[in-house]
């Protein structure tokens, strides 16, 4: 009789963790999704001089430019992979709707 008694605490403490797993992956990962937007700073919170200061300070710099609009933002050439280059962009911020910054782009091949 021990062995059946066994197998059913076994299968109810197994659906026990099952039930709070699984909600509690759900939970952890909405979680990680929300810390990982409120991390980027948001330029449309920031004026154009202090969007333009965070890249400097930083060199290369993700900043989230809108609800779902992230990007990365660099400094220079240097900060982009050998096969990139750099390109000027525009980003809305607190102050104007387009504050020019810098991002990496895939060279163009025809181009030599």
Request: hydrophobic fraction near 30%; charge should be positive; aromatic fraction near 6%.
């Amino acid at each position: 009789m021990s062995g059946k008694n066994t197998k059913k605490q076994l299968s109810m403490a197994f659906c026990a963790l099952r039930a709070c797993l699984i909600p509690g992956l759900v939970v952890t990962s909405v979680q990680m999704a929300d810390a990982q937007t409120r991390r980027q700073p948001d330029t449309t919170k920031l004026t154009c001089s202090q969007t333009q200061e965070l890249v400097a300070k930083f060199g290369a710099l993700n900043l989230k430019s809108g609800p779902y609009k992230f990007d990365r933002y660099v400094t220079n050439r240097n900060k982009c992979y050998a096969n990139e280059s750099v390109r000027t962009t525009y980003v809305p911020t607190l102050d104007t709707p387009r504050c020019s910054v810098q991002v990496c782009v895939e060279r163009d091949r025809n181009r030599r």
